[in-house]
C-alpha cells in the first residue's frame, strides 16, 4: 500500500505534526510505501500532485488555527479540488493537534476536512484530535505506550490498523498524559521563553502594531 504522510503545519522543522506523523510510521510494517510530503506554504508543486495520485490513502497531520484549518492548508485544499486527483477508493484521514490541553477543540478542524472530502468525493476514513500538542515535537523519544505520549500512540496505533485494513474510524480525541496543570505550566514557561528568544518582553504582547 502506498500511503501519503501529509504534514501540514507551516514549520518545516520541529513540528508537532512531523513528530505524530513520524510516530505513526512506526505502526507500518515495511510491506508499506510512505510518501512524505509537506504542505508547508499556500502552493502545492506539480510534482507533488502527482505523487498524491498515486497513494492508495492520504493522512493529513496539521495544527489546528483558531479552530479551524490553517490558511496555507485551505489554499492546498481548494487547489487540490482542482485537479483530477481525486478517486472514489483513496481513504482521506486527519490528525490535528492543538495547543489547548483538550483534544476535542479540533473537532471543528477534522470536521472541516471531512467536508471538503464530501465536496472532492474523496471517502473519510476519519480522525484524531490531539490536546496538548505544545510539547509534542520536543518530547523524547520513548518506547510507544510510555510517558506522557502513552494515549496517543494507542490512539496513532488504532488509527494505522484501520489505515492498512482501509476501514473506517469514528473522529477519537485523546490528549497528553499529564495533569491539565503541568501541561499549562510548561505551556506558560515555553511561550515566556520563546518571547525571551525574541528580544521582547512578556508586556511587549499588549503592544499596538505600528
Ligand atoms: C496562528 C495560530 C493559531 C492557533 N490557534 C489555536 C486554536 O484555536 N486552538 C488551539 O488549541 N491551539 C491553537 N494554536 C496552537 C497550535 O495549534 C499548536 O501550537 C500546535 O501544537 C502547533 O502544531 P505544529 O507544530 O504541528 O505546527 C494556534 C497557533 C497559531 C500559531
Redesign the pocket.
Known sequence: MRIAFI?????VK???????LEDLKGYFSETNEILDLGFHTTDVSETVKAELSTADAWIF????????I?GHLLSCLAQLEEENVHHSKRQVYGI?????Y?GI??KHALRILQNWCTKTNNPWGGGIGI?G??G??MMPKLEPGQGPKAPIDKALSMLAEKIEQQEIQENCYVSVALPRFAYKLGAQMGWRQMIKANGKKASNLADRPE
Not at 504534514?7 to 514549520?11: A, D, E, I, M
Not at 490535528?96 to 489547548?100: H, K, P, T
Open positions: 504534514n501540514g503545519s507551516p514549520k520541529n513540528s508537532a505534526s512531523g513528530a505524530l497531520a496539521f495544527p489546528l488555527y483558531v479552530d479551524g490553517p490535528v493537534n492543538c495547543g489547548f483538550e477543540q479540533a490536546g500538542g505544545g509534542l515535537a
